[in-house]
C-alpha cells in the first residue's frame, strides 16, 4: 500500500530555516505530480509548492522555498528559507496521479 511519511517540522526563529522531506513507498515517485500543501488552525489547506518535471509555487512561498524530488530515494523535499510566523501550520506531502495520496503531516512552528 501507498505510504508517505514527512519528517523535519520543528519550532525555528523567523527567518530561519527548515527542511521538510517525504518518503514515499508502495508507489513509484516517477509517476506521480508531487506536491506540499499547508493548513493553519482555522484555514483551509492551501498549496504550497507542486513538482513533476516543473515545479509551481504559491506566490506566498515563491523565491523563499524550494521543492525537489529524488525519483532514486522515492522521496521529495521541501527547503524553507526566510520563514515567517504566517507560515507555521501542519505541512502535508501529496501524491497525485490516477488518485491522491496524502501524508499524515508534520508541524512547523515560526515563533521567536
Known amino acids: 500500500q501507498v505510504q508517505l511519511v514527512e519528517s523535519g517540522g520543528g519550532l525555528v526563529q523567523p527567518g530561519g530555516s527548515l527542511r521538510l522531506s517525504c518518503a514515499a513507498s508502495?508507489?513509484?515517485?516517477?509517476?506521480?505530480?508531487m506536491g506540499w500543501y499547508r493548513q493553519a488552525p482555522g484555514n483551509q489547506r492551501e498549496l504550497v509548492a507542486t513538482?513533476?518535471?516543473?515545479?509551481n509555487y504559491a506566490d506566498s512561498v515563491k523565491g523563499r522555498f524550494t521543492i525537489s524530488r529524488d525519483n532514486a530515494k522515492n522521496t521529495v523535499y521541501l527547503q524553507m528559507n526566510s520563514l515567517k510566523p504566517e507560515d507555521t501550520a501542519v505541512y502535508y506531502c501529496?501524491?497525485?496521479?490516477?488518485?491522491?495520496?496524502w501524508g499524515q503531516g508534520t508541524q512547523v512552528t515560526v515563533s521567536s
Open positions: 501529496n501524491a497525485a496521479w490516477n488518485r491522491d495520496y
Open positions: 508502495g508507489m513509484l515517485l516517477s509517476f506521480y505530480t
Open positions: 513538482i513533476r518535471s516543473v515545479a
